[in-house]
């Protein structure tokens, strides 16, 4: 991988607008076809004409973007092939629970997936590198039509788009941003953020999602009502509330970022990753959050945004062993984690 390119870099080693406190932004849209039972009453051969109905839809779809997919099978994935989607956001960790009879559409720099027989038929997610909701929504709104154009989807007047969870209902849209808000987790405000965000329409998550717990200060922050309500008023009012911890964080930031202990986390982090011998995922996760910290606050400057929000996906334990090409114990992934890490920071000096 380059590294003074953007070209050929993933969404997730990039950063990009407010990429300081927004790591990346999420659009997903939840869609069934008409004629076919919701996936937990499908067959399996319910489950291969579904594949086949979308499979064809996106590659043989009008669309310059059609050659750029690739299809999986889910079933032929290692275990460790399987995590390695739901670490680099790119599934969600039940549809990796039980991969029969699912499939997945990637796209070639990973900014779009679709799942195939999740909890609906289609699961299409867009992610893109720091705060941008109106770019990813439009980028979806046309694969969706793309998959419109061939496919008739479960639809009623009043009720919008029909969903298997009655919580999907209408626009089957979830909208996220992803935060890192080092600050506001350091003076325990996410507890109390997160009760006001329900009342609002919104729901505050781990790194991965429902049931989740946050790795490294990041928290998925979405819109929880898709009934009786539009696309447009959702991505807005999420924008709004994301806009206001963002502000939250950075003045949060400023009022503690001369003090002695947060300076001398910062530094310590930077120090223990570039000389430890054993890193554990967890340890990862933490050190570099901090370090996160450091370089957005513009005490850490020989370190980019880029590189660290690679490192964070590159090295959770599954990903990592493929990045390897081999199976390794827990301790044998922790010695090439920081050995790993020892190499890439060494490079910024």
């Known amino acids: 991988m380059s590294e003074n390119t953007n070209i050929n870099k993933k969404w997730y080693q990039k950063s990009g607008t407010n990429g300081d406190t927004v790591i990346s932004t999420r659009i997903r849209f939840a869609r069934n076809i008409q004629g076919l039972p919701f996936p937990c009453r499908m067959s399996i ?3 291969r004409k579904s594949i086949a109905l979308v499979k064809k839809a996106i590659l043989e779809g009008n669309s310059v973007l059609s050659n750029r997919f690739k299809f999986i099978d889910m079933e032929t994935l290692s275990q460790e092939q399987a995590v390695s989607l739901v670490e680099r956001h790119l599934v969600s960790p039940e549809f990796i629970s039980d991969r029969e009879g699912k499939g997945l559409l990637l796209l070639d720099d990973e900014s779009i997936s679709i799942m195939i027989n999740e909890e609906d038929h289609i699961r299409l997610q ?26 008739t989807f479960s639809f009623d007047e009043n009720l919008g788009y029909l969903t298997q969870c009655l919580t ?4 089957g849209m979830r909208a996220s941003v992803m935060l890192h808000l080092p600050a506001l987790q350091d003076r325990k405000a996410i507890g109390r953020i997160s009760q006001n965000l329900s009342k609002l329409g919104l729901t505050m998550r781990g790194t991965y999602g429902e049931g989740t717990e946050p790795k490294g200060a990041m928290y998925q922050l979405s819109n929880q009502v898709t009934l009786g309500i539009s696309e447009t008023t959702a991505i807005n009012n999420l924008k709004s509330i994301a806009v206001q911890l963002i502000n ?11 003090e002695p202990d947060v300076i001398d986390a910062i530094y310590r982090s930077k120090g223990i990753l570039k000389s430890a011998y054993v890193m554990s995922n967890d340890e990862s996760n933490k050190l570099l959050s901090n ?34 090409n081999k199976n390794m114990t827990p301790q044998e992934r922790d010695i090439v984690r920081a050995k790993i890490l020892r190499d890439k920071l060494f490079e910024c000096n």
């Open 45 to 47: 051969d319910d489950k």
């Open 291 to 324: 370090v996160r910290f450091g370089v957005s606050l513009g005490i850490i400057k020989d370190i980019s945004l880029d590189l660290i929000n690679s490192l964070i996906v590159e090295l959770q334990p599954a990903t990592l062993m493929i990045n390897q």
């Open 248 to 258: 939250q964080e950075l003045e949060l930031r400023k009022a503690i970022m001369n």
């Open 126 to 151: 867009v992610m893109k590198e720091g705060f941008a909701l109106e770019e990813a929504f439009d980028i979806c709104d046309k694969i969706d039509t793309m998959l419109d154009e061939q496919l």
């Open 168 to 171: 999907n209902l209408g626009t």
